[in-house]
């Protein structure tokens, strides 16, 4: 049996193309091995239909210790929002 898996590449680099869109790099496996890269091409709709998709997903989870800072609660002063 084989078994293939495409995973995001080893960097997380997001980059805006031209066109407004967006590539992430992703890498293919068989077995264990890394076969070779491709990009993920997403329009800005797309781009946004899977961050709100990747946000309900998360919802009520807990963010673990390494995540971006996006995943962390915000803390206002006491004064409230500045």
């Known amino acids: ?13 997001v980059r805006r193309r031209s066109d407004d869109g967006f590539t992430i790099p992703l890498q293919a496996t068989r077995n264990g091995r890394r076969i070779g890269t491709a990009e993920l091409r997403l329009t ?26 996006c995943r962390r609660p915000i ?6 929002r500045q």
């Not at 049996?1 to 680099?13: C, G, K, L, P, V």
Request: aromatic fraction near 8%; charged fraction near 20%; glycine fraction near 6%.
């Open 44 to 69: 800005l709709v797309s781009a946004e239909h899977l961050h709100a998709a990747l946000c309900y997903a998360l919802d009520g989870q807990p963010p673990p210790l390494d995540a971006p800072d």
């Open 75 to 80: 803390r206002y002063s006491r004064g409230g």
């Open 1 to 13: 049996m084989t078994d293939w898996q495409i995973d995001h590449a080893s960097e997380w680099t």
